[in-house]
């Protein structure tokens, strides 16, 4: 039965479960609407509806589930962040990234513990585990941070796989230093619990290995149908989880992350269809922990901080972070650009908060009082951190010149006389553009008006490694094949986004048996012209145009002046290019610009 939703009185569970995914997927929303970090907004509406209001209370309108479920999600988070670490993706990269995890971790805890001993005041016990835990750089922060900013590759997959592999190091940090406060504030043997925290990590880092080969040679062999894998993939992961966790509070974190790395580098025939999954479903945990840790926030225990807390968060961001990553990449062939973006990004996320407090609780337990600050300082950090590198991650890296490229470029998937001359246009509006063709020979005048090119398939795992695909917004598949533009079209469309992923019209196939499912595939764009008309517009002389409307002269001055004209696309007041397919979608503004194709009588009017 329902109750009232008013401050102080308990919701009923499934509205409150409602609520959590609503304020969460609107955040990830209004996020990308307003090109804001979404993070920030998520822990906004937790606050607002949590202490705030006092709408939302997790512990008290969820209940006991509250807790474990945001184990659950964190593991889930953990292990799909595995299933990103493709050891081909690190390249140039796995010297910073080695260095980041086991020079740059251990010296992170010791600056850490030093920073929250004089910093915040802690005891040493405290400080010893909480800097274990502060380890973490959360890939729940990182990884919408560098979807928004578009780094180039390196400084992208250093801060991706060190988020990623530091987070069950860190939590398992904290572990290890709490075992020692353990034992030097109880009876306990320091050997046993030290044989017990090993034997843990080891069976770890075993369940991982063993679950992630045994789906990998259950998915291979065709041992699962393809509509179960799945759910059998979440099965699996909830078991090592749990049977990890069991042995060793914290170390089914290290388990899931180990899975997910195994089945990632397993070259499954199905692992796209997984990961693609995974990703959706990682972004509704993400959203739902973030508003559940905001919204359980209590004040009160905020008000125990003092102005040394923001001492420690001061010095946590600029003295111990650089330091750390400086330290840990000394001597590398690393630029010095990327050396200080990488010094300079470290928020933290969803498991430092969940662990923090777990484990301070653990440390009042036995009777270390300032255990109960952990918690508190854990959300304050959390909160700075994804503020200042939310708001200063893209505006640095363009700053540093480490970014894929200053505007969003379009990659043209097919080498034409109607796809070069669009390129070559593209180039003097000032929008990178990159020409991919398997057949070096539909590149070569491409490749003499110095347009980049690349020589290969765009599917391809070369494509992956020697593209910067991050400095591309737009893909546009422009082959005579439609069949090919079709599968480059829903194959990259869940990377690119949907909407910016666009193909030429297909042919009319001359019966059913050869028409394509309209679900499958790109935009269309240009008119729904085909790849035969454009091009033979070309033969005909048709020219491409970039035209800036101004306050005198509007979209309507130049549709009348250029009836004839095939609008292909505009280039936005900010330099980013839409393409669209006909004049309904443009909402004309001063100073935009309009890029078509116009036939030779009407080119020679307007000149």
Known sequence: MATETVAGMAMDPVAAVAMVGALGVGSQWLAWKFRMPAIVLMLAAGLVVGPVAGIFEPGRDIGQFYLPLISIAVAI?????????????????????????????????????????????????????????????????????????????????????????????????????????????TAEQIGSAF???????????????????????????????????????????????????????????????????????????????????????????VSGVFILLAASLDFSALSQLTWRAWVFVLVVLSVVRPLTVFAALLFTKLPTREKILVATTGPRGVVLVAVAGL???????????????????????????????????????RFLSVVAADTPGVILVGGSYWTTGLAETLKQAKIPVLITDPNRGHLRHARELGIDTFFGDILSEGAEVRIELNGYKIVVAATDNDAYNTL???????????????????????????????????????????????????????????????EEYTMRNWRDRRPEAKLLAYIDTGGEIHFVSGDGEVSATPGMRLLSMLPPEEDEKAA
């Open 195 to 285: 044989l017990s925290l090993i034997f843990g990590i080891a069976v770890a880092t075993a369940l991982g290995a063993v679950g992630g080969y045994l789906l990998s040679w259950a998915f291979s062999r065709a041992k699962v149908p393809e509509y179960m894998k799945v759910p059998v993939l979440f099965t699996m992961v909830l078991a090592v989880f749990a049977v990890a966790d069991a042995n060793l509070h914290e170390s089914g974190l290290l388990a899931v992350t180990v899975m997910g790395v195994v089945i990632a580098n397993a070259n499954l025939a199905s692992f796209e269809e997984l990961r693609r999954f995974k990703e959706h479903a990682t972004i509704l945990l």
């Open 77 to 185: 988070i953990l292990f799909e962040g595995g299933l990103t670490l493709n050891f081909h993706t690190l390249r140039d990269a796995a010297e910073g990234v080695k260095r980041l995890v086991f020079i740059g971790a251990p010296l992170g805890w010791f600056l850490s513990a030093v920073a929250l001993r004089y910093g915040a005041g802690l005891s040493w016990e405290s400080s010893a585990v909480f800097g274990g835990i502060m380890i973490v750089t959360g890939p729940t922060v990182i990884a919408p941070l560098l979807r928004s900013a578009r780094l180039a590759r390196r400084p992208a997959a250093l801060l991706q796989w060190e988020a990623i592999l530091n987070d069950p190091v860190g939590a398992l940090a904290a572990v290890l230093a709490l075992e020692v406060v353990l034992v030097l504030h």
């Open 359 to 397: 484990f301070g609780e653990r440390l009042v337990a036995i009777g270390i009082e300032d255990g109960a600050l952990i918690g508190p300082l854990a959300f304050v950090l959390v909160a700075a951190s994804v503020v200042v590198h939310g708001f200063t991650l893209a505006p640095v890296a």
């Open 488 to 550: 480059v079209a829903t194959d990259l469309g869940p990377e690119f986004g949907r909407e910016n992923v666009y193909q030429l019209a297909r042919e009319q196939a001359a019966t059913k048996r050869h028409t394509l499912p309209s679900t499958l595939g790109g935009r269309r764009f240009a008119d729904e012209a085909t790849y035969n008309e454009l091009n033979r517009l070309m033969w005909q002389g048709w020219v491409f145009r970039v035209t800036r409307l101004t």
